[in-house]
């Protein structure tokens, strides 16, 4: 019997697939596709204090081998994702993780209360990094003491285990990663997007309203492996790695680098089963390889 | 349900200077209908995203839909040298489509309700399986087209299935300027406007449309075509079901909205 399992601050995951956070909504439109039950976790769409209308469109442009996306964390607020999400993730055998954001320490801190009292949320995880908003999330995961100060408030303020999700658009990842374990964080998930642009030159127009957007797709997934790898050489909380993963190889080269959990992320756009194929394919692979145990993989290399 | 499945091409040919007409054998024909549309994916492993098409035909037997596109860039450049035989990965059916039983409510049992339908450009090609459908269901269609110019694809099949009318921007065929002024010209009364087309076309037909029911189809910028990914959304009148702060998803609240509940 071959163990996929892989545990990540106390709780376990029957295996380490999951998806990005703002690619799968809270699973309800995936699950047409995927049947949920499959997934270590359902990583749910950043949610705020109060609802968020996100930014003007054109939100979405296609790159050279991913996206930009400068959609501006559009979200219901925390009330309707209590309601209603979060009953819809009870009826799966998965763990959920929330996804958090906020424009200052308090709209975190407000949402992680929020949660505190809620069974079905199994671990929260803290956007710091996303590079779309005007207020909070990056400001938050660019500075490290800025870093250091909100997980320590959001420590303090829930007893349920908190990934710090950290941006690959600083200067030395591995000292965030630091930052964010010395300052309590459970477990760190990285790389968010990569902040890009791209402009029309037929209509000398940027091609997204905000101008600049996050880069996500297979071309990124090489600084994310390496990202992947410094930080979580860098420190002994467990790390989720992202950044391009379409296929169950694209996993296992994450978990090799040191990541204990993956999520497949823009390439859900693409291939609405690539969640489910990454589990078979990693199972598969541990299968012919010979491998007892996954954790065997992690930090292998 | 919703699937991404692999077709098999079964005809293509060019209809007007890089419009062209994409037959394709796949199970997304069994529950297709007038104005959803179908992810179609490049096999360029560079551009990953399925490319928005919608809906120009499903044919009798359930089994193939007809697709009919401009060149707007590598994909859909890519998809203009499909041949018979080739294989093509599409995601669908995406969207909601017309209302049928909405539209055929507008009327009363005396006289038969009066659909206008509006296509403009590449937003004809929907407007084909929609004239289709509402004539079946018993609904008397107007269908007014506009083009550039003289190479109106397209129009003769509208004539099967409605009264016809043409404008064209330069006046070559029908009347000249655009779909609305050949509604004046030609003084067409109806019960309600369906239609798709280019955003200041959509912006004055809301405003023409006075009370009447308009049925729009909208355009944006996708990523997941399936509501996930909150990439293309319009500003809405209400508040909306998903997030609450009256933006809907274009790919799975419409593409079709009634005019009057969009902000465009």
Redesign the interface.
């Known amino acids: 019997m071959i163990n996929t399992q892989v545990t990540i601050a106390g709780v376990t995951f029957k295996n380490p697939v999951m998806e990005g956070s703002?690619?799968?909504?809270s699973g309800m439109?995936?699950s047409?596709?995927v049947d949920l039950n499959r997934l270590g976790a359902v990583v749910t769409?950043g949610v705020a204090n109060v609802?968020?209308?996100?930014n003007p469109?054109?939100?979405?442009?296609?790159v050279?081998?991913?996206?930009l996306?400068a959609?501006g964390l559009?979200?219901?607020?925390i009330e309707?994702f209590c309601e209603r999400d979060l009953p819809f993730l009870s009826k799966y055998d998965t763990k959920v993780i929330v996804n958090v954001c906020g424009r200052s320490v308090e709209d975190y801190v407000e949402v992680v209360e929020r949660l505190s009292d809620e069974p079905r949320a199994d671990m929260l995880e803290i956007n710091v990094s996303c590079p779309n908003v005007k207020e909070g999330a990056i400001a938050f995961g660019t500075d490290p003491a800025a870093l250091s100060n909100i997980t320590k408030e959001i420590k303090a303020h829930t007893k349920k285990p908190v990934i710090m999700k950290l941006t690959p658009n600083v200067t030395n990842i591995a000292e965030m990663a630091r930052v964010a374990e010395e300052a309590g964080a459970d477990a760190i998930s990285l790389i968010n997007t990569i902040t890009g642009m791209k402009i029309d030159i037929e209509r000398r127009r940027f091609a997204l309203a905000n101008k600049t957007g996050g880069m996500s797709?297979?071309a990124i997934k090489p600084i994310a492996v390496r990202m992947v790898y410094q930080a979580s050489h860098a420190v002994k909380i467990p790390v989720i790695g992202m950044g391009g993963i379409a296929t169950a190889e694209d996993a296992i080269e994450f978990m090799m680098a040191g990541a204990t959990a993956v999520s497949v992320g823009?390439?859900?756009?693409?291939?609405?089963?690539a969640t489910a194929e990454c589990v078979d394919g990693i199972e598969k692979f541990l299968e012919s390889h010979g491998i007892a145990d996954i954790n065997e993989l992690i930090g292998c290399v | 349900m919703k699937r991404k499945t692999v077709g098999k091409v079964l005809s293509q040919k060019c209809l007007a200077p890089g419009i062209y007409d994409l037959e394709i054998a796949t199970c997304l024909a069994s529950d297709a209908a007038a104005g959803q549309f179908v992810g179609v994916y490049t096999k360029d492993a560079s551009a990953l995203l399925p490319r928005p098409i919608s809906i120009c035909g499903v044919s009798d037997d359930r089994k193939s839909i007809r697709l009919v596109y401009r060149i707007a860039g590598k994909g859909t450049d890519e998809f203009s040298r499909l041949k018979e035989g080739d294989e093509v990965t599409l995601l669908g059916v995406l969207g909601n489509g017309y209302d049928l039983d909405k539209i055929k409510s507008l009327g009363n049992n005396d006289t038969p309700v009066r659909a206008l339908l509006l296509g403009g450009g590449i937003g004809v090609p929907p407007m084909l399986e929609l004239s289709r459908e509402l004539a079946a269901a018993g609904v008397k269609v107007i269908s007014v087209m506009g083009y550039r110019n003289s190479d109106t694809f397209l129009l003769d099949e509208f004539k099967k299935y409605s009264d016809t009318y043409v404008a064209s921007e330069d006046g070559s065929v029908g009347t000249k300027g655009n779909v609305l002024d050949a509604v004046r010209e030609n003084t067409i009364e109806f019960d309600c406007i369906c239609a798709c087309g280019p955003l200041p076309m959509l912006r004055a037909i809301k405003e023409f449309a006075g009370g009447k029911p308009a049925f729009i189809s909208l355009e944006e910028r996708m990523a997941c075509g399936v509501g996930a990914c909150l990439g293309c959304v319009v500003k809405t009148r209400d508040i909306d079901h998903h997030s609450h702060v009256n933006n809907a998803r274009i790919c799975t609240d419409g593409p079709v909205f009634e005019a009057s509940e969009v902000e465009i």
């Open positions: 703002g690619t799968f909504g439109e995936y047409e596709f769409k609802p968020w209308p996100g469109t054109p939100r979405v442009c296609e050279y081998g991913g996206m996306n959609i559009q979200n219901p607020g309707v797709g297979p823009m390439m859900n756009f693409v291939n609405p089963y």
